[in-house]
């Protein structure tokens, strides 16, 4: 069983940076596309940001020029960095990872949340 665990959450200044970690608990597995997401009170949870296992990478309109996904493979983590943060951002974010199987669709595979808190 994979398990993911999220670090880097916290309160940070508006116009702050903060870098948020994910790692899998397990080495032994291939991972597809690393996603983040969030959710903020009284809102539905969205997509964030995405990179694939060739590195491309997509973004909402929300975060782009602000936040870079990155992965390192090795250590199966997926990272966001969180620059120019705005009142906005503050959400519980989320990764889910697209863990590969031998036989049919991946495994999706949820993070238990790190909160972001943006203040003004």
């Known amino acids: 069983q994979v398990q993911l665990v999220e670090s880097g959450g916290g309160l940070v200044q508006a116009g702050g940076s903060l870098r948020l970690s994910c790692t899998a608990s397990r080495s032994a597995v291939s991972i597809n596309t690393m996603n983040w997401y969030r959710q903020a009170p009284g809102k539905q949870r969205e997509l964030v940001a995405a990179i694939s296992s060739t590195d491309n990478t997509a973004y909402a309109d929300f975060v782009k020029g602000r936040f870079t996904i990155s992965r390192d493979n090795a250590k199966n983590t997926a990272y966001l960095q969180m620059n120019s943060v705005q009142t906005e951002d503050t959400a519980v974010y989320y990764c889910?990872?697209?863990?590969?199987?031998?036989?049919?669709?991946?495994?999706?595979?949820w993070g238990q949340g790190t909160l972001v808190t943006v203040s003004s």
């Open positions: 889910l990872f697209n863990v590969r199987r031998v036989l049919g669709k991946d495994l999706e595979v």
